[in-house]
């Protein structure tokens, strides 16, 4: 077909397409001999036969005495038979039969004497406790067929059947080459302007679970020339080649004119999201992937069309993992023009698999690594809202998340700390936390959708912190408040102070770069109790509406110089070096749904608590008081 510039096929029709095409094109498995002991979890490429018998001889099964069975007829424990020196041969396991004898006995069932004679009270049958030749695999006989994965029994099974060598699928070579004049290979002190390159990291470890091989070139600049004939050297020494970065539509970007001088150009432009800008191409029978640059959209490429190919030289559908269905914690919204991908982290509450989104940027890698599902949300369907039940596409097995508590609401780094802990105590044990703010924890155990929330919300009429926003949420109870900490509250400011910020009203400064939080999280109620109480206009205030989810994402905006000031907690500043204006302590505390309070996770979460390794570490931290964790407030 013509090439379009910027298609936007449909993934289902560009994956039939490409695996249709590269069919034509003669794309199929290389084979190669490999020692057997280096053969686990490789596919044979043809059947195994056995070289000789196993055993090639007949052995003794035990260690006793080998004898001809019939001299032993007629023993009983009223009439033992003793037999003579010369009569049997002692043998241990493994040992060959003498020639004459046709059984074994096991040398606890003989009686020994010392002129070297045996007593025996009990017949033995004839080739008892003996392994006859071939008993395991006899010569000829087909260890393997084609196709199979080598298991380390089989492996065994080859070696005894005299079998050396065997042939095997090749694992695929798949050549990746990163692009671009900012990309630099991985260091601990980038400078600004720097991008690490850690795609082809990524790739290779998807690539290695696969069965594949990756082979990762040298980092070429935005040079078209050099673009091309790196792309034309690896097409030449490669099974699959991966070109990352330079897929889009930027002065920069020329990675669609490079595969096709080389080869050809199928699409360029898939309707998924994050990924769009997917190049593919092939060179003959190599197929080509431009990928895009930035890492989460480069992972969805990988997986949803490279996979394919890996299971198509193995011989294997892709099923592209295991589905479920789960409760959605918040609304997802999406376009109509794309099959968009959102990552989403999971958990059991009770019986109810629930689902909450996790950030959808397509440079957020860390989301990929906190995901434990995938939602697919199919082109043209606008998205879905909070509570709906959605088909989701595990990437953590089922039993993992049966055992995960889910926290979800204000953020706070102790509980990446109570996360830690809870898993060095209990290995099956693991917490996920999602940080949706105060209210947005309060809404989902309200609908639950979680063993837990993180809450510090001031009731600015009563200066009392969290009672009265459960008794307003929660007016039936069924609810249990326990106490986590006191933090400090303040403006994290950059290092120095360079504006002399010397009061919260200061913020309203001209010239003055806020960084805000998300609504409905109690840093933002904060925000605007103190706005209220000193008479700072909230329009006045550069960058209100600049939010962030995290204390810590305002601390690094700060650090990083894209802003002044930002409400957040002691701890973040601490680790990122700013100065800190106290402004109040507050009340961070823990809301628990009585239904599991008694279940094994939220019975670990108070007992780590109430440890001594937790107020270690959140002592080191500073900011913060701790008066009780893991005690009950109140129940409701």
């Not at 097995?397 to 780094?413: A, F, Y």
Request: proline fraction near 6%.
């Amino acid at each position: 077909m013509a090439f379009t510039y910027l298609t936007n096929v449909p993934l289902e029709q560009a994956r039939k397409e490409f695996l249709r095409t590269l069919d034509e094109q003669g794309f199929a498995a290389r084979t190669e001999r490999i020692r057997v002991q280096d053969a686990f979890g490789r596919i044979t490429a043809s059947a195994v036969y056995a070289h000789i018998n196993a055993p090639h001889y007949a052995c003794s099964a035990m260690d006793g005495v080998a004898l001809y069975a019939g001299n032993s007829f007629g023993a009983t424990e009223t009439t033992p038979v003793t037999l003579k020196p010369g009569q049997f041969a002692v043998v241990d396991t493994g040992d060959p039969i003498p020639d004459g004898c046709d059984a074994v006995i096991m040398v606890e069932d003989l009686v020994k004497h010392d002129d070297g004679s045996i007593t025996i009270h009990a017949p033995a049958a004839p080739w008892q406790h003996v392994r006859q030749i071939g008993e395991d695999v006899c010569a000829g006989e087909m260890i393997l067929p084609s196709f199979v994965e080598v298991t380390p029994a089989a492996i065994g099974a080859m070696i005894a059947g005299g079998v050396l060598e065997l042939e095997v699928l090749a694992k695929p070579v798949v050549g990746i080459i990163p692009t671009g004049d900012e990309i630099v290979p991985p260091c601990a002190d980038p400078r600004p302007g720097d991008i690490l390159e850690f795609n082809s990291s990524i790739f290779s470890a998807m690539l290695a679970f696969w069965g594949a091989e990756a082979k990762t070139y040298p980092i070429v600049p935005d040079r078209y020339d050099e673009i091309r004939d790196m792309l034309q050297k690896a097409a030449s020494e490669c099974d699959v080649v991966i070109l990352n970065a330079g897929s889009s539509a930027g002065r920069d970007d020329y990675a669609a004119a490079a595969v096709a001088e080389v080869g050809a150009v199928l699409y360029h432009g898939i309707a998924i999201k994050p990924g769009k800008p997917a190049i593919l191409g092939y060179k003959g029978a190599v197929p080509i992937l431009g990928v895009p640059g930035y890492p989460v959209s480069g992972i969805i490429v990988i997986d949803e069309l490279l996979r394919p190919l890996i299971g198509r030289w193995y011989g294997r559908e892709s099923d592209g993992g295991s589905r479920t269905r789960a409760k959605l914690t918040r609304p997802v919204v999406s376009g109509l023009k794309y099959q968009e991908y959102v990552r989403v982290r999971m958990g059991y509450v009770g019986d109810e698999l629930t689902a909450s989104p996790l950030p959808r940027g397509s440079g957020v890698v860390s989301s990929f690594m906190k995901a434990d599902g995938l939602l697919e949300v199919p082109q043209g369907t606008e998205g879905y809202t909070a509570g709906e039940e959605v088909r989701v596409r595990l990437l953590t097995e089922k039993q993992k998340l049966r055992n995960t508590l889910v926290v979800i609401g204000s953020h706070d780094p102790l509980l990446d700390e109570l996360a830690d802990l809870i898993h060095r105590e209990d290995r099956r044990l693991y917490l996920s936390s999602t940080h949706v703010g105060s209210m947005g924890g309060i809404m989902a155990v309200r609908r639950g959708e979680a063993h837990a929330a993180g809450i510090h919300l001031l009731d600015t009429e009563t200066g009392e912190y969290n009672l009265s926003y459960i008794r307003r949420y929660f007016p039936h109870g069924g609810v249990y408040l326990v106490r986590c900490v006191g933090r400090q509250q303040g403006l994290m400011l950059q290092k120095g102070n360079p504006l002399d910020i010397r009061a919260f009203a200061d913020i309203a400064r001209d010239g003055l770069r806020y960084v805000n939080r998300q609504k409905g999280s109690g840093t933002r109620v904060l925000m605007d109790f103190l706005c209220d109480r000193y008479g700072v206009e909230r329009d006045g205030i550069y960058g209100y509406e600049r939010e962030e989810a995290t204390h810590n994402s305002v601390a690094v905006q700060i650090a990083g110089d894209s802003a002044d000031a930002g409400m957040g907690i002691y701890s973040a500043a601490a680790l990122y070096g700013l100065d800190f204006l106290p402004i109040c302590v507050e009340e961070y505390d823990l809301l628990i749904p009585e239904k599991v309070w008694d279940t094994g996770p939220v019975r670990q979460l108070i007992r780590t608590l109430k440890s001594g390794e937790f107020r270690s570490r959140i002592e080191a931290m500073g900011g913060y008081t701790l008066d009780g964790p893991g005690e009950i407030i109140a129940k409701f």
